[in-house]
């Protein structure tokens, strides 16, 4: 029962449970914080903490190497990214910016046909392609 031996032993057990639950997320950590529970605890807490902030903080990096891509390509034909930008949306041309650095890197023909369908709706002179 509950004033026996069996309940400490059981104690026990989920205690080392716990424990062997936070040595395994602590592998690889340097020094006493992969084998001492005390400091184990508090070094995975810490690192739950910035996996859970980095994997919000990676969208936003993902985005600006995308603005970047796409403003490198689109400046090669003349143009600048919020121009080019904006003049998707008044086509209603829906790709994301993800796609479209993809299409800046390795599709040039298709992305200087996207910013010839920009410049011609805003009336700039269109470059004839190159055979």
Do not use: C
């Amino acid at each position: 029962g509950a004033s026996g031996k069996g309940s400490r032993i059981w104690a026990d057990r989920a205690r080392i449970m716990k424990a062997e639950k936070i040595f395994k997320l602590a592998k690889g950590f340097r020094g006493r914080a992969k084998n001492t529970i005390r400091i184990a605890r508090n070094r995975v807490e810490k690192a739950l903490q910035y996996t859970y902030r980095d994997r919000k903080a990676k969208k936003r990096d993902f985005r600006g190497l995308w603005i970047q891509q796409i403003n490198a390509g689109v400046r090669e034909h003349g143009i600048g990214y919020g121009e080019f930008i904006s003049g998707l949306k008044d086509e209603n041309i829906q790709l994301n910016r993800k796609m479209l650095a993809d299409l800046a890197q390795n599709e040039p023909y298709s992305f200087k046909a996207l910013v010839d369908v920009v410049k011609r709706m805003r009336g700039y002179p269109v470059d004839p392609p190159k055979t």
